[in-house]
């Protein structure tokens, strides 16, 4: 071009710029943001823009903020999209406080934020559930004088929903409707997402019947949300009255509605729903993912059928899923109850040989098996590679241990765990002394769990006269049997 005099303009190198990025070459692409300025060309704010975005997309924040700060000290203005841009990628990392400063930097260069960038802070804070930022973004929105539309009202519904505040998503779709907006489908859904986190399957139900009343008609995200709420509040009915739609033909049976069906019924701890939804997932031609695979080996584990367990194992190793940390916690579960705990320990070695991170749930599963089956000493052996990695103990931790010394009689080591529990800034709770004394009357040994009882405040000044008196009730119940 410069051969036949005709030299390249702002909109030539802007092509060129984006051409760049899109092909995954951000840094050639602002390599020609140098070019320009050899050249005597001012890169505009779209130059500067269309390369912040290609490296918050490609996850290169700081070169993205960087790239920023080089457009400003250049004299270059960011306009709304620019901004847009750096606010979704912090969105992306959660750095709100930064997000913030952003607005305010748009605020002081008399740059107006529009929707977009309402709506993306709005996302943002409410996925990571943090109310007191919906807060203030909904007011700074105030401040600056931007009236929301329905879209924005159904974000700010949906922010309060994730951040489980039914009461001020309920107040959001009030002053949606006084705003002069009627609802859709989608504000329905965000209050209902509100609802079902809490589990309040009632006024889920409402919501759902003035939903068909406005003459609008339940989704699949409806639908699931209603699981999830009926799943929350324990209302298996529910669940199954759904199912039984879905079956009967008249809802249709989505990928993500039977996984929900699958994952509810797995909550409710229902085994034949559990059971009956996911064969329907597999009739429906869909593949299971690891979540539910895994859930299927749990609760298959819980319910003692092993040989059901050990096909779900085969099935995951057949869809080529890699287990992960759940499946190997729920595998150790499984040889744990049925009374294999050196398969428990033998699951935990590999899942350390293939470089795994065991957490505290694997340790205390192993640690349990060892227990149950009066292997203290390996239970022991345990907790101090537990404790090697780094791992802390819990209260699931001691009075397992204290469950196990107790069956079998060794008080002494059972006061040596107490002891080491209150020094440790882990308080016994009431099922550590019951579990205690139902050891001691096990053995008959009454008096002695009447000593041990008076013994508590001694040692745990913070345990209430009203919980000492059950315990006292609990051995003369047992003393009377």
């Given at each position: 071009m410069e051969e036949k005099n005709c030299p390249p303009d702002s909109v030539t190198y802007n092509e060129l710029v984006a051409a760049y990025v899109r092909a995954g070459f951000q840094d050639e692409g602002a390599a020609f943001i140098e070019t320009m300025a050899q050249k005597g060309i001012m890169p505009n704010a779209i130059t500067y823009t269309t390369v912040i975005d290609a490296y918050g997309k490609a996850g290169k924040e700081d070169r993205a903020l960087s790239l920023f700060r080089q457009m400003k000290e250049s004299g270059c203005v960011p306009n709304v999209c620019t901004y847009n841009s750096i606010l979704g990628m912090l969105g992306k990392k959660s750095r709100v406080d930064d997000m913030m400063e952003i607005i305010s930097d748009m605020k002081s260069n008399g740059c107006k934020?529009?929707?977009?960038?309402?709506n993306t802070m709005l996302v943002m804070c409410g996925n990571k559930g943090m109310q007191k930022y919906v807060n203030r973004v909904f007011q700074e929105m105030k401040n600056?004088?931007?009236e929301p539309d329905r879209d924005t009202f159904n974000t700010l519904i949906s922010a309060y929903g994730r951040c489980g505040s039914e009461i001020s998503a309920s107040k959001m779709h009030e002053e949606m409707i006084k705003a002069g907006f009627s609802p859709c489908i989608t504000t329905y859904n965000a209050l209902l997402n509100a609802l079902a986190r809490r589990g309040?399957?009632?006024?889920?139900?409402?919501?759902v019947l003035d939903l068909r009343n406005k003459g609008f008609k339940p989704n699949e995200t409806t639908y699931c949300l209603m699981i999830q709420s009926y799943s929350k509040g324990g209302n298996i009915r529910g669940i199954e009255r759904i199912a039984k739609e879905i079956y009967d033909g008249h809802i249709f049976p989505s990928w993500m509605l039977l996984r929900t069906l699958v994952l509810a019924n797995?909550?409710?701890?229902?085994?034949?729903?559990?059971e009956r939804a996911f064969q329907e997932f597999l009739k429906n031609g869909y593949k299971?993912?690891?979540?539910?695979?895994?859930?299927?080996?749990?609760?298959?584990s819980r319910n003692r059928m092993y040989d059901r367990a050990q096909d779900m194992i085969h099935f995951i190793r057949e869809n080529g899923l890699k287990p992960d940390?759940?499946?190997?916690?729920?595998?150790?579960?499984m040889y744990a109850r049925a009374g294999d705990c050196w398969k428990a320990q033998e699951v935990l070695n590999g899942l350390l040989e293939g470089n795994g991170r065991p957490d505290l749930v694997s340790y205390n599963t192993v640690i349990k098996g060892f227990c149950r089956q009066g292997l203290m000493q390996e239970a022991m052996r345990t907790l101090t590679e537990m404790t090697n990695r780094g791992i802390r103990p819990c209260i699931v931790t001691y009075n397992t241990f204290v469950?196990?010394?107790?069956?079998?009689?060794?008080?002494?080591?059972?006061?040596?765990?107490?002891?080491y529990m209150i020094e440790d800034n882990c308080r016994p709770n009431e099922l550590t002394y019951t579990t205690i004394v139902d050891g001691y009357c096990k053995a008959k040994k009454y008096k002695d769990a009447m000593e041990f009882v008076s013994r508590i405040?001694?040692?745990?000044?913070?345990?209430?006269?009203?919980?000492?008196?059950?315990?006292?009730?609990?051995i003369r119940e047992n003393m009377e049997s």
């Open positions: 934020p529009n929707r977009v960038t309402w600056c004088g931007f309040d399957w009632r006024a889920s139900e409402s919501v797995f909550k409710c701890r229902s085994l034949v729903g559990m299971p993912d690891l979540v539910l695979f895994n859930s299927m080996l749990s609760i298959f940390l759940v499946t190997y916690n729920s595998l150790m579960d469950a196990g010394f107790s069956a079998r009689g060794f008080f002494q080591e059972v006061d040596e765990v107490i002891s405040k001694e040692k745990d000044g913070l345990y209430g006269e009203e919980s000492t008196q059950r315990l006292v009730s609990r």
